[in-house]
């Protein structure tokens, strides 16, 4: 047996999490389409209600195509504090359960609860203790899936939502996959999912009837991955307290931006917001990478990268800025500026290291 086949895996994803809370704390919102997020026209929904949903508004969207969709649309401006703090009140219901934990986002985790706290034989009965204390305790709804591994679980939770429990036992594991569209595999993207289908590749099954090394020629070392999971198989265990790979803040403009001072002066919240993530969690990072978007929607990166850890935020904005002044002049506005850190790592004494550049 597999060493994947042998562990019992929870993933647990609140329903809807941001909108959720927002209805929870607002009852003239509970039964309304509602979206967290700006209004305005340059905005951007974070999250959208169920009721939201079944107009077609989804996060990420723009919210001028959500009022579209849905004219009766409700915005609400988002509180990430009181998020955050519903996230660390069901983190801490999972600690009953299980210290093998992963978080994935402030709404979604993955649990091992093979050897489990409450010595329950059953994954699926600890599943559902795990849905009842976070209803009892919050008042919000959570979906969970249980399998064998990861993949499947991440599948497993998103079958039967909202508050949805879902189990795919080993028997049934490349039976489940191979029905679905390809498109549907978490980790598999939309432009990633058009390729396969350009390949004939549709289904889960048209994905295990290819080789390992037509899937590696065609999409490189993630290659292996996919010609796994279309097995059904994922052998990657829950990783507790596992570091981010980066962190980064962005924001889209009213209006486009042309003039250097307007855009230092709009970089200075993105640097505030990254390096307050780096005080609060003692987390460095040696890359920092300004993205921008023009006006007409093409996107560009520039990167520098450090041999140590960011020392302190005066390096990163000094560094930004050099990164922005490598983009002048412009020959068209900006429409969106971004600020990221990765390759992170603990925070350790700092020492000048030399730079690299990377455009």
């Known amino acids: 047996m597999e060493q994947s ?29 509602v979206a967290v997020g700006g209004s305005r026209q340059r905005g951007v929904v974070a999250a959208a209600s169920y009721e939201a949903r079944q107009f077609g508004v989804r996060s990420a969207m723009a919210s001028s195509i959500a009022i579209r969709k849905c004219p009766d649309l409700i915005f609400v401006k988002p509180r990430f504090e009181v998020y955050k703090a519903v996230s660390s ?33 059953s994954a699926t009965h600890t599943a559902q203790a795990i849905k009842a204390e976070i209803k009892q305790q919050t008042h919000l709804t959570a979906s969970a899936g249980v399998s064998y591994n990861k993949f499947l679980a991440k599948l497993a939770s998103d079958y039967r939502k909202p508050d949805g429990l879902y189990v795919i036992k080993p028997h049934q594991g490349p039976a489940f996959v191979e029905s679905l569209e390809v498109g549907q595999f978490h980790g598999i993207g939309r432009v990633t999912a058009e390729r396969m289908n350009q390949l004939g590749i549709f289904t889960g099954l048209d994905l295990r009837r290819q080789t ?23 052998n990657r265990p829950v990783t507790p307290n596992r570091i981010r790979k980066s962190v980064g803040s962005e924001t889209t403009f009213e209006q486009d931006l ?3 001072p307007d855009l230092i002066n709009a970089l200075h919240p993105l640097i505030d917001s990254v390096w ?61 500026l971004g600020v990221s850190l990765s390759s992170l790592q603990e925070k350790t004494t700092a020492s000048n290291g030399q730079l690299t550049l990377d455009l």
């Open 212 to 234: 390992e090394a037509f899937l590696i020629h065609h999409f490189g070392k993630v290659g292996h991955h996919y010609y796994s999971i279309a097995r059904a198989i994922d």
């Open 276 to 336: 307050a993530y780096c005080e609060r969690s003692g987390i460095r990072g040696r890359t920092i990478t300004l993205k921008v978007k023009y006006t007409d929607f093409t996107q560009i990166t520039r990167s520098k990268s450090l041999v140590s850890g960011l020392p302190d935020k005066t390096t990163l904005e000094r560094i930004v800025i050099e990164l922005l002044e490598l983009i002048l002049p412009l020959s068209q506005g900006i429409r969106l």
């Open 5 to 33: 086949e042998q562990r019992k895996i929870i993933h647990i994803d609140m329903d809807a999490f941001y909108a959720s809370v927002e209805q929870r704390d607002n009852p003239q919102l509970q039964g309304k389409p």
């Open 258 to 260: 042309l003039h250097l």
């Open 89 to 121: 009140q069901i983190r801490t219901i999972f600690s009953h359960y299980t210290p093998l934990i992963e978080p994935l986002s402030l709404d979604e985790a993955y649990l091992d609860v093979t050897a489990n706290l409450t010595d329950s034989p």
